[in-house]
């Protein structure tokens, strides 16, 4: 089974860039036609769609948020990231990869456990 995994700073200062990792096991970054996603939920908000890396390495970014936003991979150790520049503390959130069937921002069929990071002085 698929399996991924967040890794990261828990705590990011205002202004500062949030980068996380995801690690995937179990299949191929690079099988056609996943997409590997990046999902965040603040505190008592909903689920929001961040951008997405493609198996070929194309990339897809939420419009709200494409101008600090960047995704990128390693297919050497089957990883892919994500950066967010200039963060606030509204950026506070639990942030989750996962993988998508077919289509970059829908159809999510495995999701990591997600992690919590706060921006904070």
């Known amino acids: 089974q698929v399996q991924l995994q967040e890794s990261g700073p828990g705590l990011v200062k205002p202004s500062q860039t949030l980068s996380l990792t995801c690690t995937v096991s179990?299949?191929?970054?690079?099988?056609?036609?996943?997409?590997w996603s990046w999902i965040r939920q603040p505190p008592g908000k909903g689920l929001e769609w961040m951008g997405a890396?493609?198996?070929?390495?194309?990339?897809y970014y939420s419009p709200s948020l494409k101008s600090r936003t960047s995704i990128s991979r390693d297919t050497s150790k089957n990883q892919f990231t994500l950066q967010l520049s200039s963060v606030t503390p509204e950026d506070t959130a639990v942030y989750y990869c996962?993988?998508?069937?077919?289509?970059?921002?829908?159809?999510?069929?495995?999701w990591g456990k997600g992690t919590l990071v706060t921006v904070s002085s």
């Open positions: 996962a993988r998508a069937d077919g289509a970059p921002a829908y159809g999510m069929d495995y």
């Open positions: 179990g299949g191929s970054i690079t099988t056609n036609f996943y997409y």
């Open positions: 890396i493609g198996y070929s390495g194309s990339t």
